[in-house]
């Protein structure tokens, strides 16, 4: 099982319905990639205050390796990742990507 996890540091001037475009249309890759098991998205509630601006985010779970790389070539998968690096602070600098193997 893959643990893909993305945490997203937005512009300032980011709306929220933008937010909500970003997050809709990650939810709606789940019945396109077969072995995409779920998707959890939501804003950060640690207490410890060590998210160093990285408010929100994302974790896809998938069976297999192959089902992460099936998600990573998708072409709308393509798009929901060009519309978070548009709206991070710095582009690439305001994500987070991390992967577990489990």
Do not use: W
Request: proline fraction near 2%; include cysteine.
């Amino acid at each position: 099982m893959i643990t893909h996890c993305v945490f997203i540091h937005y512009r300032a001037d980011t709306t929220a319905s933008t937010k909500v475009a970003i997050l809709d249309a990650l939810l709606a890759l789940r019945p396109r990639i077969d072995g995409l098991i779920n998707i959890f998205v939501g804003n950060n509630m640690s207490p410890e205050g060590l998210d160093k601006g990285f408010s929100e985010g994302f974790i896809v779970t998938f069976r297999d390796a192959q089902a992460r790389d099936q998600y990573l070539a998708d072409e709308e998968h393509a798009k929901v990742g060009a519309a978070i690096v548009a709206a991070a602070e710095g582009g690439t600098d305001g994500i987070l990507v991390y992967d577990l193997e489990h």
